[in-house]
Structures are given as structure tokens and as C-alpha cells.
């Protein structure tokens, strides 16, 4: 696959908005800032979640949320994803009613929070999911991913306040999404995933967020190995990296790294001198 | 009030963990990462949500999060807030069955998710806000208030991945508290004010996180009228902050700042050669 199949649109006027204001002298400036909507998921007829986001690729990020809260499964077959932009409103629609429906409607009576529902599923499949062994890491395509990342344009560099996801193979940044919301921003790769029939064999996944538990849940339900991060970790983020066999990089910075799960994945292929 | 009568304790043990990795050049480190547990929150009978939390003040949290989510109101009687460390569970408890409550039994058959109805609620009561319009934010205070914060000992020094907020008054940092979750520690000062009967007068609500549509409304909802973050904004965290008439500073770093709301509240105090 191409580097940069699918990049940040940092000149498209519907994602962010230039405002005015004043600086630290009282000086009247004017700065760019992501755009920020609620758009609502339905699956079928079931409204599922308000979610605030940035607004492009609706139909990935409707799917791709599915997916990663387990209300829907890979083979369940999708008829169709519509979106109303002007409503705000995007609905996922399958022949059947799906596996999630049937739950949600025995659930509602004694849990209110559909999230919470999944958020317990979510766990329970972790552990079937068997992650590719012979996956690895070159630590040059880890140097050479967080430069060509770090230098794409993209609404980060124009209008920051965004978190960006990117998918990954060897050196090449393949898919890259940002959104206001990081969990957006992954589901959204999952979503083009699902959409365009890629799967995440020899697959790397880089963010920019924290490497929390629902980061590393979403990243080994989407069953790619190796997860790296710019910024740091929790302890429950390490712990289900550790039982799920998945590779957990953060601190990504420069040359700099920490890996603090999974390295067996991990080669050495830069020499010491190279490393600052 | 006095300055951080509430800090974050960086040394207490059930708040980071120690863990083993190895660094880029492949020798072994140990590092520190903040906990990360589930916190699920019961109102009376009703489970209202599982939360991702350091662990510290549960019913600061709980109750925070009530508030801040309109599930409670501020002149709702509370009878007690127990909390179950071992089974992760706090139970905000009352006289009598909440407003929320009896929202909630009429709408789960056509809503499965209880954030998705009081996030619409926020907004309704939004606009009755008056936040004081002869509150004042000295450009000296500003300094001073950043380079407090940053230099106050915390998880983040410590362990990084990780937000903080912090009430403030004129130059003075008094309640300072950090979470995995950015929004967890705005409703842990929201639920410690409510505990200790603190208002609103002349307050600073001061954030590591980004100024999103969220963080401006829960702002507006405990009536602070300036809200100050090192982080970005959003478009509609912009516009919020105007139609609410919230002074609303982002970017605050060393002595640089922008603001992009209720710039009549700033006090250009410094001398323009105290400006880098």
C-alpha cells in the first residue's frame, strides 16, 4: 500500500474556523481552531451515542465506533451508512438487528448507560484475541514513521487541539485521521478498515493520546500488535498490553522511546551512533 | 482561602506504579505510570456510568460528576457517599428519588444512554448562567498562577499521562487535582466545592486540557467566569465561551496567552517589558 493513502485536509473550511481574540499584549490576533460538532449515532433504529468530533468521514467513525465497542461484529453485514450532515445524524443500518440490539433491549431495564454495557464486552473478548507473533518493529521505520507523521500538514499543525491516529505498515504512514476527540480519531481508522476490506496483518498503530486501557482495548480488538504513542502511559494501559501479547511504545520523541510491553518485537537496526 | 490547601500527592503509592521496559536503545528502565482503575457510580439505585480514574477523592468525583452533569442540582440534600475500594463502586445517596431519576425510568426505552440525555440538558440550562461580569483576570495573576502550578510537585511531574485542574483566586493555586481523565478532575474540584460549601466568587478555573465544548460548559454550569488552559480551543468551545459571556484564555504558556472570550475581564498589569 501507498504512503499517505488518506491524509488530513488542513485547507478544508469545514474543519476549522478562524477566530480573532487578543494576545498576552492586549494585541488583536487572529488563529485558527478545529470545528467541533455532536453528531449522533444510530444503529438501525436504536439512537446509540451523542459524540462531539471534527466532522469529516462520518460514515468510517459511525462504523468504526460499532466496531470498537463490540455493538457490532466483523461479519455482521452493513447495508448501508447514511449521514445528514445538516441534522447531525448518522445511522448504520444492517438487514438483521444486530447481536448489540437484542442485548440493549434486555440490558436497558437495569443499566441505563449503553457504553457501560459494552464497555464489559469489550473485556471479555480481549482475551481471545490472538496477536501476530512474528510481527516486528525496526526501530529505523519507528524513526523515519514519527518524522514523516510529525511533518505531514495537518489540522494539528494549523489549528492544534487535535488528536491524530495514523495506520502504519514498515515506514510508511498509510491512513492518517485527526479528530477532536483521540477515541474518534482510532475508531475512524477502524471504520476505513472495515470499509475498505484492510485488515491489520504486518499493521502499526501510532497516536498521538495516551496510552490508557481503552487505547490498547480498541488497538488489540482491531487485532494489530504493535501500538505506539508521542505521549505516556497508565498502568492499566501496560497491564493489558502485557496480557494481550501487544507491542506498547510511548514517549515516542525524536530518537527517544520507551517500550514497556511486548518488546520482543522490537529490533535494533539503527547503530548506537545514530541514536542521540 | 489559603494557596493549594489541596495538592496532588505524587508519593502516595496507589497512585503511580513502577514498571520495567526498555528504552531506544534497548538497555532497561524503570518508569513511572499513574493507575488507571474503573470507578463505577451509582445514584441511589440507579448505575449511572463507569468511569477510567486515577483512584484519589471518589466522592469528590461522584459527586462532581452529578453536578456537573445536571443529574443533580446544587440544592439537592445529600445523605451520604459511601465508597467500596475493593469493589470499586461509589453510591451518591439521597432522601429522596432525584429528578434525574424519574428522567431517567421515562427515557430509557427510546434512549439507551443516560449521557446522551443530560449532555441535552447541559445545554438547556446553559443560558440562565450569570457569571459575574466584575470578576477580574490581572495579567500578573496569569504569570503567576502558571508558574506556580507547573512547579507545584504532582503526578505529571512524576509520571506524566496525565490532566490537571486547579480553582484558583487572584495569584493563588488553592485546590489543585489531577486525573487520567481530564474531565474527571473538573468534576473532582466541582464535587470538593460543593463538600465544602466554596462558591464561585472570584475564582480562576485553571486546566491543563484542551478548551472543548464540554470543559466550557461544565465551567459555566459551577458559574466560574474565567476559564484559563495551556491546551487549545475548539470553534464551539469558542462560541460557548461567547454566548456565556466566559472569559476563555488558551495557549497560556511562559508569559504567552491568547484569549478568545470576555477579554473585558483581562487586566493588562505588566509593564509591556515584563512581556517576552
Given at each position: ?60 467513525l459511525a462504523l468504526g465506533y460499532l466496531l470498537n465497542q463490540a455493538m457490532l461484529r466483523p ?168 496480557q494481550a501479547g501487544l507491542t506498547l511504545i510511548g514517549r515516542a520523541k525524536g530518537k527517544r ?20
Open positions: 500500500m501507498d504512503e499517505f493513502l488518506v491524509t488530513p485536509d488542513p485547507d478544508d473550511p469545514r474543519l476549522t474556523q478562524s477566530v480573532t481574540g487578543i494576545d498576552e499584549t492586549g494585541q488583536p490576533v487572529e488563529t485558527r481552531v478545529p470545528m467541533e460538532r455532536p453528531l449522533t449515532l444510530y444503529l438501525n433504529g436504536q439512537e446509540i451515542v451523542t459524540m462531539m468530533t471534527i466532522g469529516d468521514r462520518p460514515d468510517c461479519d455482521d453485514v452493513i447495508d448501508g451508512i447514511d449521514y445528514d450532515e445538516e441534522l447531525g445524524v448518522v445511522v448504520v443500518r444492517t438487514p438483521v438487528r444486530t447481536n448489540f440490539e437484542e442485548k440493549l433491549k434486555k440490558k436497558t431495564l437495569t443499566s441505563g448507560c449503553a457504553q457501560g454495557t459494552a464497555f464489559g464486552d469489550l473485556l471479555d473478548r480481549f482475551e481471545a484475541v490472538k496477536l501476530d507473533k512474528s510481527a516486528e518493529l525496526r526501530v529505523s521505520w519507528l524513526m523515519s514513521l514519527s518524522k514523516k507523521i510529525n511533518t505531514q500538514p495537518s489540522l494539528y499543525l494549523t489549528a492544534g487541539a487535535i488528536h491524530g491516529c495514523v495506520l502504519c505498515e514498515e515506514d510508511r504512514p498509510l491512513v492518517y485521521m485527526e479528530d477532536v476527540g483521540r477515541h474518534n480519531a482510532i475508531d475512524k481508522i477502524a471504520g476505513w478498515m472495515a470499509l475498505n476490506g484492510v485488515g491489520p496483518q504486518g499493521k502499526i498503530f501510532y497516536t498521538t493520546g495516551r496510552l490508557t486501557s481503552e487505547m490498547v482495548i480498541k488497538c488489540v480488538r482491531m487485532e494489530i500488535p504493535i501500538l505506539v504513542s508521542r505521549s505516556g502511559f497508565t498502568a492499566w494501559g501496560v497491564e493489558l498490553a502485557r522511546f520507551l517500550c514497556l510491553a511486548g518488546a520482543e518485537r522490537v529490533r535494533f537496526d539503527t547503530s548506537d551512533t545514530d541514536v542521540e
